[in-house]
T-cell receptor, first 115, second 113 residues
Framework: AQSVSQHNHHVILSEAASLELGCNYS??????LFWYVQYPGQHLQLLLK??????LVKGIKGFEAEFIKSKFSFNLRKPSVQWSDTAEYFC?????????????FGTGTRLQVFP | NAGVTQTPKFRVLKTGQSMTLLCAQD?????MYWYRQDPGMGLRLIHY???????AKGEVPDGYNVSRLKKQNFLLGLESAAPSQTSVYFC????????????FGSGTRLTVV
C-alpha cells in the first residue's frame, strides 16, 4: 500500500542545534511533496512544497527540504533551531497519477526545542 | 480574511448522541476534506469532496456522513457517537488539485463519553 513514513516520532534539541526530519514515501513516478507544521494548539500550516525543478526547496522560517528521487525521500532541514520551532511536523504526498484528489500524510514528528 | 472556519471548536457528546460539524470556506475552493487527528496516528482522511454536490470516502469513513450542498460548506455528521470517535477534527480546502496545498481550519476537539 502507498504510504508516507516519518521515522522520527519525537525529536528533542537544544536551541541552535541543526535539525533534520526524515520523510520517505512509497510511490513511484511523479509526486508532489509537502511539509506542514502544527504549533501547539493551532491548525496545520504549509511550510514548503515541491512540485518540480530544483530539488532543494526553501520554505518559511528558514526551513528547507531536499527531494531525493532515488531515495524516495523529502527530508526537512533547518541549520539552527529556535525555541519557537517547537511543534509537530507532517510530511504529505500527492501522487497525480494515482490519488489526484488528496494528500496522504505521515504520522508526524514532534519536535521539542529547549532554550 | 476568514479562510476556513470550523464550528464548534469544542464539544462533549454522550455515547449514542448525534452532531454535525460545520466547515465553511470563503475562498471559492472546489476541494474540501475532513480529517481526524489522533496521537501517534497523524491525520487520517474521513471523507472529502471535489465539488458541490459530490462526496467520497476516505481512509476511515465508518460512523461518519458528509454533505456538500453548497460549495462553501462541508458538513460532517456523526449519527451515533462512540468513544472511538473522540478526536480532533480538521477541515481543509484547496482551490484545484491538492498539489496546491491545503488551507486548514483551526479544528474541533470532540470528546465522546
Amino acid at each position: 500500500a502507498q504510504s508516507v513514513s516519518q521515522h522520527n516520532h519525537h525529536v528533542i534539541l537544544s536551541e541552535a542545534a541543526s535539525l533534520e526530519l526524515g520523510c520517505n514515501y512509497s510511490y513511484g513516478g511523479t509526486v508532489n511533496l509537502f511539509w506542514y507544521v502544527q504549533y501547539p494548539g493551532q491548525h496545520l500550516q504549509l511550510l514548503l512544497k515541491y512540485f518540480s525543478g530544483d530539488p532543494l526547496v526553501k520554505g518559511i522560517k528558514g526551513f528547507e527540504a531536499e527531494f531525493i528521487k532515488s531515495k524516495f525521500s523529502f527530508n526537512l532541514r533547518k541549520p539552527s533551531v529556535q525555541w519557537s520551532d517547537t511543534a509537530e511536523y507532517f510530511c504529505a504526498v500527492n501522487v497525480p497519477s494515482y490519488n489526484t484528489d488528496k494528500l496522504i500524510f505521515g504520522t508526524g514528528t514532534r519536535l521539542q526545542v529547549f532554550p | 480574511n476568514a479562510g476556513v472556519t470550523q464550528t464548534p471548536k469544542f464539544r462533549v457528546l454522550k455515547t449514542g448522541q448525534s452532531m454535525t460539524l460545520l466547515c465553511a470556506q470563503d475562498m471559492n475552493h472546489e476541494y474540501m476534506y475532513w480529517y481526524r487527528q489522533d496521537p501517534g496516528m497523524g491525520l487520517r482522511l474521513i471523507h472529502y469532496s471535489v465539488g458541490e454536490g459530490t462526496t467520497a470516502k476516505g481512509e476511515v469513513p465508518d460512523g461518519y456522513n458528509v454533505s456538500r450542498l453548497k460549495k462553501q460548506n462541508f458538513l460532517l455528521g456523526l449519527e451515533s457517537a462512540a468513544p472511538s470517535q473522540t478526536s480532533v477534527y480538521f477541515c481543509a480546502s484547496t482551490s484545484a488539485a491538492p498539489n496546491y496545498g491545503y488551507t486548514f481550519g483551526s479544528g474541533t476537539r470532540l470528546t465522546v463519553v
